[in-house]
């Protein structure tokens, strides 16, 4: 086997890394908010446990495109293949991150937790997670459509977001609900920046195929 056939295939390896990543980090997610309001204290540490899975391997992604780059030298195209699975790897390990932000916020709430604030939440969460996925199918195919049409689904979570928020401050609440107020803005904002690295994920795609950076927000 040549060099340059046995470099594509350290390429196609590295991506699937990078993709299989993903997934993980969208059911991180997706089980964080499916457990939000359920009080699973022992479910809700298994998924913080598993972030240090999820790090290791966003690490172990990080050092073999480094070392492709030292050993190969690669120029243009497959440079940029290889630093953009260094830049989306990064991203998804950021939302994973971010998951774990919205567990540990949920577990300093108390009892009160407003059902249609909760909708509201997981209702942005869903936009979220079709995006992430869109942006992990764009990816593995290397499809610039799906990538560029990511930006109108964050306007969607930018939107449903600012009406949370709005929301929040215009309940009635009492002296003590002050906190967990706080804690549902916190996990609103955790879940807007999760879109925003779904739309930072594009344009690594559009990056990569192109070789042009393009601002999608």
């Keep these: 086997m040549n060099v340059r056939s046995t470099y594509e295939q350290e390429l196609a390896s590295l991506q699937d890394e990078v993709f299989n990543l993903g997934k993980e980090v969208i059911q991180t997610f997706e089980r964080a908010m499916e457990l939000l309001d359920k009080g699973k204290g022992h479910l809700l540490q298994d ?16 050092d073999k495109a480094t070392l492709m780059i030292a050993k190969q030298q690669p120029v243009a ?11 989306i790897s990064s991203d998804l390990e ?7 932000d919205i567990i540990k916020a949920s577990r300093r709430m108390t ?8 909708e509201e939440m997981r209702e942005m969460a869903s936009i979220a997670v079709s995006m ?6 764009a990816y593995k195919h290397k499809d610039l459509m ?10 969607k979570v930018d939107a449903k977001y600012k009406m949370f928020v709005r929301g929040l401050f215009a309940m009635s609440i009492e002296q003590n609900e002050i906190e967990n107020i706080a804690q549902l803005a916190f996990i609103g904002r955790y879940i807007e920046r999760i879109a925003d690295y779904a739309t930072n994920l594009a344009e690594w795609i559009v990056y990569e195929q192109n070789g042009q950076h393009f601002d999608l927000n």
């Design 77 to 87: 195209t497959d440079l940029r293949t290889t630093i953009v699975a260094l830049k």
């Design 146 to 155: 799906t990538a560029q049409q990511i930006a109108v689904l964050d306007d």
């Design 132 to 137: 992430l996925d869109r942006a992990l199918s």
């Design 94 to 100: 950021r939302v994973g991150d971010l998951s774990i």
């Design 47 to 62: 998924i913080i446990d598993y972030d240090k899975v999820i790090n290791k391997k966003e690490l172990e992604i990080h």
């Design 111 to 118: 009892a009160f937790q407003p059902e249609h604030k909760i």
